[in-house]
């Protein structure tokens, strides 16, 4: 596994402001204060280790030693305003993200909100939405999203994603089949569909004639940053920034950047 880390140079009065504008802080005691306890919860060995899933083309694209996108841009955002280096860790799925962050190997991750995982991370709200939507065969006799829970339906799908946990448990009939890559598992066992991000399945659909995508989403996949459970002023800091890199349009510059027109800015909580 490549690791690239990033040295992120501290900014005089950068922490001060952004405290202060975020409302966690009313005096420059206080700051500084908040400001060095979160330094000690999201990067408690001098790095802020981040996870970077590159199997989600609308978080993070390029490579492992150069990644662009929403998620390195937002990480190497806070790396500056704790004034600590970065250290991406890339991954190429989003459940080996998690499982790198409940064994201790990161600080930062950038994973949908779900309930399973909510146990071990301390989310901030979304800064992103995202559909999931199935991809079928052409001439396939599911025509919407209801048509896929169903007896006999099988859907491929990315083991331990955010659209497999909720398919999980939400789904009364159809059958999900697990694999590091459901849309191969989908052509190569002739599965009834598969599910996943819209963007890269409609990418898909587009070199692939004889597959299709259904209208309509089956699922609204909230991308939250997140921090492993108990850094509680760590967290606090974690959702502060966040709701101000929503406000200030870092988000939506950062989408536009990475060519991801599809992707919406989650609106405030």
């Not at 600590?84 to 201790?104: Q, S």
């Not at 991750?109 to 309930?115: G, Q, S, T, Y």
């Not at 190569?188 to 898909?204: C, N, R, S, T, W």
Request: hydrophobic content about 45%; aromatic content about 8%; charged content about 25%.
């Amino acid at each position: 596994m490549f690791r690239i880390i990033f040295a992120a140079a501290i900014v005089a009065g950068t922490s001060a402001a952004f405290a202060q504008n975020s409302g966690t802080a009313q005096k420059g005691s206080a700051v500084s204060s908040s400001q060095q306890t979160a330094v000690k919860e999201l990067a408690p060995g001098g790095t802020l280790r981040v996870g970077i899933n590159f199997g989600n083309m609308v978080l993070a694209q390029g490579t492992p030693d150069a990644p662009r996108g929403i998620t390195p841009d937002l990480a190497r955002e806070l790396g500056k305003r704790l004034g600590v280096p970065i250290e991406f860790i890339p991954f190429d799925a989003a459940g080996k993200t998690f499982a790198a962050l409940k064994a201790g190997k990161l600080d930062i991750v950038f994973l949908a909100i779900e309930p399973v995982r909510a146990a071990e991370v301390e989310f901030t709200a979304p800064y992103v939405l995202i559909e999931g939507v199935y991809l079928v065969a052409k001439d396939s006799p599911l025509q919407t999203i209801a048509d896929v829970d169903r007896d006999g339906v099988r859907i491929g799908v990315n083991q331990d994603s955010a659209y497999d946990l909720f398919l999980t448990r939400t789904l009364k009939h159809a059958k999900l089949v697990r694999a590091e890559n459901g849309v191969d598992l989908f052509v190569k066992d002739k599965l009834e569909a598969a599910a996943g991000v819209k963007q890269p399945l409609a990418a898909y659909a587009q070199t692939n004639p004889g597959v299709r995508l259904i209208d309509g989403r089956f699922m609204e996949i909230r991308q939250a940053m997140g921090t492993p459970k108990g850094r509680e002023a760590g967290a606090r800091y974690l959702r502060a920034f966040v709701e101000e890199m929503e406000a200030s349009g870092f988000v939506a510059d950062a989408l536009k950047r990475s060519h991801q027109p599809d992707a919406a800015v989650a609106p405030a909580e």
